[in-house]
């Protein structure tokens, strides 16, 4: 079945850590998108990439990095300078670059990272 | 800048009691909305997606409706498996989605 998957599902970090979170699909998509989600609020856009080697910043990108060596992969990583990681992340694909607006995003499970 | 506003935050349903969920949106140049099933601890799922005002989806007990303004998800008779969050999102043109802060409904049987 094509979809994405995300791992870990849950990850705990102490401070001044970085980690990273994983996402890979299956879906032969062009774009894939990170974004944040906090309680109560809506999600908020980290970093997304229209093509293989190539990415640009959401709303929130300070304190994050991505890199998108393959089409299939689009690793985040959440590093020491994020004052406040402690949130759900979700990675999303779509068909094509969201620049349109209007291309339906295919999501992974989520990950969820807690900051001792 | 985009935005978007739903409401209410949280509703409380009995099972069979029908109901609607509000999207406000401001966008200068629509090109897409859209609704989003969430439950707890798992990704959003695309439910609907709608482009030009007056323009109506239906999926099971779920129909979804668009104004220039806002848009409805009317909810027939529903069902404790109904409960969720769902998540409203804009799309205009050269930006990426914009998303409201979510309805939680809760269906009691």
């Known amino acids: 079945d094509g979809g994405i998957t995300q791992s870990p599902k849950y990850l705990f970090r102490k401070e001044g850590q970085n980690v990273t979170l994983s996402c890979e699909q299956n879906?032969?998509?062009?774009?894939m998108y990170w974004y944040r989600q906090d309680p109560g609020q809506g999600l908020r856009l980290i970093y997304y990439?229209?093509?293989?080697?190539?990415?640009q910043k959401g709303d929130i990108a300070e304190g994050y990095s991505v890199s998108r060596e393959k089409k299939e992969s689009f690793p985040l990583t959440v590093t020491s300078a994020q004052k406040n990681p402690t949130a759900f992340y979700l990675c999303?694909?779509?068909?094509?670059?969201?620049?349109?607006?209007?291309?339906?995003?295919?999501f992974g499970a989520g990950s969820r990272l807690t900051v001792l | 800048e985009d935005q978007v506003t739903q409401s209410p935050e949280a509703l409380r349903l009995q099972e069979g009691e029908s109901s609607s969920l509000n999207c406000s949106y401001t966008?200068?140049?629509?090109?897409?909305l859209f609704w989003y099933r969430q439950d707890p601890g798992k990704g959003p799922e695309f439910l609907f997606t709608l482009y030009s005002a007056g323009e109506e989806k239906e999926k099971e007990r779920l129909k979804a409706t668009l104004t220039k303004k806002e848009s409805f998800l009317h909810i027939t008779a529903p069902k404790p498996e109904d409960s969720a969050t769902y998540l409203c999102a804009v799309g205009s043109a050269g930006n990426m989605l914009t998303f409201g802060g979510g309805t939680r409904l809760m269906v009691k049987p």
């Open positions: 879906l032969n998509h062009d774009a």
């Open positions: 990439s229209q093509i293989v080697n190539d990415f």
């Open positions: 999303a694909s779509s068909e094509s670059s969201g620049g349109s607006g209007a291309n339906v995003l295919t």
């Open positions: 966008v200068s140049g629509l090109r897409g």
